[in-house]
T-cell receptor, first 112, second 113 residues
Framework: GDSVTQMEGPVTLSEEAFLTINCTYT??????LFWYVQYPGEGLQLLLK?????DKGSNKGFEATYRKETTSFHLEKGSVQVSDSAVYFC???????????FGSGTRLLVRP | EAGVAQSPRYKIIEKRQSVAFWCNPI?????LYWYQQILGQGPKLLIQ????????DSQLPKDRFSAERLKGVDSTLKIQPAKLEDSAVYLC???????????FGSGTQLSVL
């Protein structure tokens, strides 16, 4: 079945460092891809999405590009802030059912 | 805009006891989801409703879990009897058509002792 694999955490960075969190997927059909974020004590929130190959999703300085040839959707940010500390989940939506399948999450800790 | 409301926020029970969680989705959202998030894992879909009908319950352990969505608005998820491995955060989410953006509640953290 469809699945999502993302890099294990925690990822610890200093403020203003460059961030990459890797995500790869396995899917039949043409899924949509998402990054959700969970800040401490809060619910999951949609960070960005891409619905077809070569689309780039972006929000709050974060970017991810839908790469069909490598089945990847890596999350990047050029300069992280302490406030970006959270758990990031990569997910796909099955094209036929819109069922969301999540990866296991990557915890990011940004130090001042 | 009010978000997805869930209660209780925390629940501690002993194994073999029963427990129920409640969810009130965002007004007008036809689709409602219950996810189970075990510590260190991503959320796993338990059941998906479209209005008051079940769309997907393939991963719901039906021998102990049940869910309903009366009148197509709020929903309850019940576990009876609970097992130790049911300890997790239970997340409710809702979405407007075309179901591509989910809005999550803060979840109910269940501890089964």
């Amino acid at each position: 079945g469809d699945s999502v694999t993302q890099m294990e955490g925690p990822v610890t960075l200093s403020e203003e460092a460059f961030l990459t969190i890797n995500c790869t997927y396995t899917a039949t059909g043409y899924p949509s891809l998402f990054w959700y974020v969970q800040y401490p004590g809060e619910g999951l929130q949609l960070l960005l999405k891409a619905t077809k190959a070569d689309d780039k999703g972006s929000n709050k300085g974060f970017e991810a590009t839908y790469r069909k040839e490598t089945t990847s959707f890596h999350l990047e940010k050029g300069s992280v802030q302490v406030s970006d500390s959270a758990v990031y989940f990569c997910a796909l939506s099955e094209w036929s059912s819109y069922k969301l399948i999540f990866g296991s999450g990557t915890r990011l800790l940004v130090r001042p | 805009e009010a978000g997805v409301a869930q209660s209780p926020r925390y629940k501690i029970i002993e194994k073999r006891q029963s427990v129920a969680f409640w969810c009130n989705p965002i007004s007008g959202h036809a689709t409602l989801y219950w996810y189970q998030q075990i510590l260190g894992q991503g959320p796993k879909l338990l059941i998906q409703f479209q209005n008051n009908g079940v769309v997907d319950d393939s991963q719901l352990p039906k021998d102990r879990f049940s869910a309903e969505r009366l009148k197509g608005v709020d929903s309850t998820l019940k576990i009876q009897p609970a097992k130790l491995e049911d300890s997790a955060v239970y997340l409710c989410a809702s979405s407007p058509p075309p179901n591509e953006k989910l809005f999550f509640g803060s979840g109910t953290q269940l501890s089964v002792l």
